[in-house]
């Protein structure tokens, strides 16, 4: 076991550090001059092109990841782009068409939930497409078509680089989507070009671990952590919260920003630590004015931003920085989860607990 960890302490901390590589697996042959080719779909593009809705389905950070990936989708196709957690769909029975295309995403590709709900939809006649990590799981194989996304075996219960890579994955999905339009193809190109120096940015980004562990000693004694995002960003505050309450067995919420008046305003107080996201996009101004509110109820903030943007973010009240690099707004969210992957990690490790099998958790979820 000590050798499939290499240098690593555990499997979630070689597979946080794995992600520049990942991710180039998971783009491998897939970007060509100005156009993604996903062989898994190109039969069925025009059928997706028409369908009425495209449902997301998932369970955990199969999950979030659609929902990080959601908005480029619902902008380069200009399809109502729903999202079902598959427990819930389960339970109410939702309403699923012929002319939907219901996208099942799912590391594993054995999850009950997920599965009971492709069976539901392939009842109900919808497109059903499969992005997984598991060349020859059930998802795979029972979908009518779809993509791997080639990340490489993930061990740690937690999801680290399956995450990303699904957010790619989508992202390409959504570029060959929209092909056809003309309306978005300079978008699409400059996203395309974006796409191969995502690598190189991830590294930069991992040189961030001292400073996580640091963050982490620091909150390590906490009860609650709360992660406010919203845009493109809000599944990353969702998915860095799922992370610490997971792993660290600390209580984590991520929340939408533009909700934070309903609700969780009530909370903020000058003990309980905040994470901001609040990098470049076109929330900024919004993020910003948040900040002010909570820097206004001396809230304990933690705000992550681009680099070079530390100044402006925290004026008129103390904060700590975390900058990282900016790529294109709907890449973001692959940035800005590698450090709260890595605060997860770190606070697990200072607080004594099992990183790879944390308490009560399984890597697949196969029975309901
Ligand atoms: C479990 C795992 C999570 C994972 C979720 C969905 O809860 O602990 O890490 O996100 O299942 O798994 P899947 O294999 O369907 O992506």
Same mark, same amino acid.
């Given at each position: 076991e000590q050798i499939k960890k290499g240098n690593y302490d555990h499997f979630m901390q070689k597979e946080i550090h794995e992600q520049p590589h990942s991710l180039t697996t998971t783009m491998r042959g897939r970007l060509r001059d100005n156009s993604v080719v996903l062989g898994g779909l190109k039969d069925h593009l025009k059928t997706i092109r028409h369908s009425r809705r495209i449902i997301f389905i998932g369970c955990g950070t199969s999950y979030n990841a659609a929902l990080a990936a959601r908005p480029f989708l619902e902008e380069l196709s200009g399809i109502p782009v729903s999202m079902e957690l598959a427990s819930d769909l389960l339970d109410r029975q939702g309403p699923i068409y012929r002319e939907d295309t219901a996208v099942f995403v799912s590391q594993?590709?054995?999850?009950a939930d997920t599965l009971l709900a492709l069976e539901y939809s392939l009842a109900n006649g919808a497109l059903c497409v499969g992005i997984t990590?598991? %060349?020859?799981s059930t998802l795979a194989r029972k979908t009518h078509c779809g993509v791997h996304i080639n990340a490489g075996c993930e061990i740690g219960?937690?999801?680290t680089k399956a995450y990303t890579s699904q957010i790619v994955v989508i992202t390409m999905m959504a570029l060959a989507i929209g092909a056809?339009?003309?309306?978005?193809q300079s978008r699409r190109e400059d996203i395309i070009n974006n796409l191969p120096t995502l690598p190189d940015k991830v590294s930069d980004v991992l040189k961030l671990d001292v400073q996580m562990k640091d963050l982490a000693r620091s909150l390590m004694q906490m009860q609650s952590l709360l992660v406010f995002g919203r845009g493109y960003n809000y599944a990353t505050a969702l998915e860095g919260a799922l992370k610490v309450k997971e792993v660290a067995l600390m209580h984590s919420e991520g929340m939408l920003a533009g909700e934070m008046?309903?609700?969780?305003?009530?909370? %903020?107080?000058?003990?309980l630590p905040i994470i901001v996201i609040a990098t470049?996009?076109?929330?900024f101004s919004k993020q910003q004015s948040v900040i002010q509110q909570l820097h206004a109820r001396k809230g304990r903030l933690i705000v992550m931003c681009s680099v070079g943007d530390a100044a402006s973010v925290c004026a008129g009240g103390s904060c700590r920085i975390i900058e990282v690099p900016q790529v294109a707004d709907c890449l973001q969210p692959v940035i800005n989860i590698i450090p709260l992957q890595l605060l997860a990690y770190h606070l697990t490790v200072s607080r004594g607990y099992d990183v790879d099998q944390p308490r009560n958790l399984a890597k697949s979820v196969t029975t309901q």
């Amino acid at each position: 076991e000590q050798i499939k960890k290499g240098n690593y302490d555990h499997f979630m901390q070689k597979e946080i550090h794995e992600q520049p590589h990942s991710l180039t697996t998971t783009m491998r042959g897939r970007l060509r001059d100005n156009s993604v080719v996903l062989g898994g779909l190109k039969d069925h593009l025009k059928t997706i092109r028409h369908s009425r809705r495209i449902i997301f389905i998932g369970c955990g950070t199969s999950y979030n990841a659609a929902l990080a990936a959601r908005p480029f989708l619902e902008e380069l196709s200009g399809i109502p782009v729903s999202m079902e957690l598959a427990s819930d769909l389960l339970d109410r029975q939702g309403p699923i068409y012929r002319e939907d295309t219901a996208v099942f995403v799912s590391q594993s590709g054995e999850t009950a939930d997920t599965l009971l709900a492709l069976e539901y939809s392939l009842a109900n006649g919808a497109l059903c497409v499969g992005i997984t990590n598991t %060349v020859g799981s059930t998802l795979a194989r029972k979908t009518h078509c779809g993509v791997h996304i080639n990340a490489g075996c993930e061990i740690g219960v937690a999801s680290t680089k399956a995450y990303t890579s699904q957010i790619v994955v989508i992202t390409m999905m959504a570029l060959a989507i929209g092909a056809d339009k003309l309306s978005t193809q300079s978008r699409r190109e400059d996203i395309i070009n974006n796409l191969p120096t995502l690598p190189d940015k991830v590294s930069d980004v991992l040189k961030l671990d001292v400073q996580m562990k640091d963050l982490a000693r620091s909150l390590m004694q906490m009860q609650s952590l709360l992660v406010f995002g919203r845009g493109y960003n809000y599944a990353t505050a969702l998915e860095g919260a799922l992370k610490v309450k997971e792993v660290a067995l600390m209580h984590s919420e991520g929340m939408l920003a533009g909700e934070m008046k309903h609700g969780p305003l009530a909370l %903020v107080d000058e003990t309980l630590p905040i994470i901001v996201i609040a990098t470049r996009d076109a929330c900024f101004s919004k993020q910003q004015s948040v900040i002010q509110q909570l820097h206004a109820r001396k809230g304990r903030l933690i705000v992550m931003c681009s680099v070079g943007d530390a100044a402006s973010v925290c004026a008129g009240g103390s904060c700590r920085i975390i900058e990282v690099p900016q790529v294109a707004d709907c890449l973001q969210p692959v940035i800005n989860i590698i450090p709260l992957q890595l605060l997860a990690y770190h606070l697990t490790v200072s607080r004594g607990y099992d990183v790879d099998q944390p308490r009560n958790l399984a890597k697949s979820v196969t029975t309901q």
